[in-house]
């Protein structure tokens, strides 16, 4: 997620007060509505995201840094990579993961610029983590109401 | 509805026509997820005339925003066969509308969007695929065959024959990038670093609508068939090469579920039938450049909007469901670059 969920929830909280809000003319439903927004403005600062998911990612995009520098071996583009690996921090999970996900941006950077037969085995390393990455986050997708978003 | 909103129209629309005129209904559209849309409806005396209100937002997926290049060109094609909507009016006088608004004719028709229905079908049948989609690629091409020149549309800035439009429309998405100042995911790096290597060379420099796909035709079903009645959200318009819109067009973002081009023709069929139109070739290395161009521009307006939303620049709750969208670009992305299995449907 970009977004923190902190500034998520005052989001949502916006929009309801200030552009849904005026258009409920129900009282019961504007009851409801200021029911909804009580509650989201107090779980804004009880809630994470999952530790768990944050560590899933950080384990994945670890390994694949690993496995990208042991392919590249001798070549000083390895050490780059080995190096901002060991430069992530350990904790919180969050933190770690998003500055893996940056090591990961540098370390194809860093790949682009070799020869393909040697470039080539360490960038498979890295994609076939961006495939599996990708594959959780979907998991956790929820089935799109954009059609319903887009016709009101 | 802000009933000030409809007096300001009534007003603007009344000192253009040279004649009173009475706002009897006026909507926001909820269509568009990046200008404002008004849909309002005139009284001219005893004629009733539909119209459409365009206004740059404070902050939003395109930013920053200048309506003025849209409407030159719309005016411009306001008497052109191809069915972009008649543009009379613009204005930025803050005292109308606050900020910068065109009108345009409200042409007949609804707006299919690229969402698969509840039953997960796409927004077509067999039939209307089959009518609406050789309409489609035939708009598009005529679309392009426009003399820009003739028209005076240079003020959009054109590329050089050679690499310059295909790097140019990356160098623009990478800055739309750069300044939503939100990190770049790894599969964005790397689809960036793809396209920095393969900008292909054109000589063909035409008109681009830039945003031509499924959710911004206006059509109408009729007994014969579905019939193309509008092209719509300009926003984009510049001079590039065609194959841009080709490739955007025929993006697995706009199938709805189907494995058809914008839900209508297979790809292979769209390009086909837009060559055939056009009597251009839809070479395979540049329609492959723009169709990964596709998704960094397609993440470049989600970052953008999501920086407006985290902000608070906006509160338009729409622009924080990209949040969590981009887990299915990425597989749409991957699967388009070859890392990921599976063809994108």
């Not at chain 1, 995201?49 to 000083?76: D, F, I, Q, T």
């Not at chain 2, 035409?206 to 092209?231: C, Q, S």
């Not at chain 2, 790809?267 to 723009?290: H, I, K, V």
Request: aromatic share 8%; hydrophobic share 45%.
């Amino acid at each position: 997620m970009t977004i923190p969920l902190e500034a998520l929830i005052d989001g949502a909280v916006r929009t309801l007060t200030e552009a849904v809000l005026p258009d409920v003319t129900s009282r019961f439903a504007r009851g409801q509505l200021f029911a909804v927004v009580d509650v989201l403005r107090n779980l804004r600062d009880r809630l994470e995201v999952k530790a768990a998911l944050h560590e899933a990612e950080a384990a994945s995009a670890a390994a694949a840094l690993e496995r990208a520098a042991a392919a590249l071996g001798r070549e000083a583009a390895a050490a780059r990579i080995a190096g901002a690996l060991a430069a992530a921090p350990a904790g919180p999970p969050a933190e770690r993961a998003a500055a893996l996900r940056a090591a990961l941006v540098a370390a194809l950077e860093t790949i682009d610029v070799l020869p393909p037969e040697v470039g080539d085995p360490a960038r498979a390393a890295i994609t076939e983590h961006l495939a599996a990455q990708t594959m959780r986050d979907l998991a956790l997708l929820k089935p799109s109401l954009l059609g319903e978003i887009s016709k009101g | 509805m802000d009933d000030d909103l409809g007096a300001r129209l009534e007003r603007f629309v009344g000192e253009r026509l040279g004649a009173p005129v009475r706002v009897i209904h006026l909507e926001r559209s909820t269509e568009g997820f990046s200008q404002e849309t008004f849909v309002f409806e005139v009284e001219v005396g005893r004629e009733r005339r539909g119209y459409v209100a365009k206004r740059e937002p404070v902050a939003g997926l395109l930013e920053p925003y200048d309506l003025e290049p849209e409407f030159r060109v719309l005016h411009a094609l306001s008497d052109d066969p191809l069915p972009s909507p008649p543009t009379p009016w613009f204005t930025r006088d803050p005292a109308v509308l606050e900020r910068p608004f065109y009108v345009m004719e409200r042409l007949p028709g609804e707006v299919p969007i690229p969402a698969a229905r509840a039953d997960g079908s796409g927004p077509f049948d067999d039939a209307e695929r089959a009518a609406l989609g050789p309409q489609v690629a035939r708009a598009l091409a005529r679309l392009h065959a426009i003399d820009w020149r003739a028209r005076g549309f240079q003020f959009l800035g054109a590329p050089r024959p050679g690499r310059e439009a295909a790097e140019h429309e990356l160098a623009r998405w990478e800055e739309r990038i750069r300044r939503s100042g939100l990190p770049v995911s790894p599969p964005l790096a790397e689809a960036l670093l793809w396209c920095r290597r393969h900008a292909p060379a054109t000589d063909a420099i035409t008109l681009v609508h830039g945003d031509y796909r499924l959710g911004n035709f206006l059509v109408v079903h009729e007994a014969g068939g579905p019939r193309l009645t509008g092209i719509l959200d300009w926003e984009l318009v510049h001079l590039g090469d065609p194959l841009e819109d080709v490739a955007w067009c025929a993006s697995p973002l706009w199938r709805a579920g189907t494995p058809y081009a914008s839900a209508l023709l297979p790809p292979e069929e769209f390009a086909a039938r837009w060559a055939e139109a056009s009597g251009r070739t839809a070479d395979p290395e540049r329609l492959c450049f723009y169709a990964v161009l596709a998704f960094v521009k397609m993440i470049a307006i989600m970052l953008s909007g999501l920086a407006a939303f985290r902000s608070g620049r906006t509160t338009d709750l729409r622009m924080a469901i990209f949040d969590h969208q981009f887990p299915f670009l990425h597989l749409l992305l991957g699967m388009t670059r070859g890392w990921l299995a599976g063809a994108p449907a």
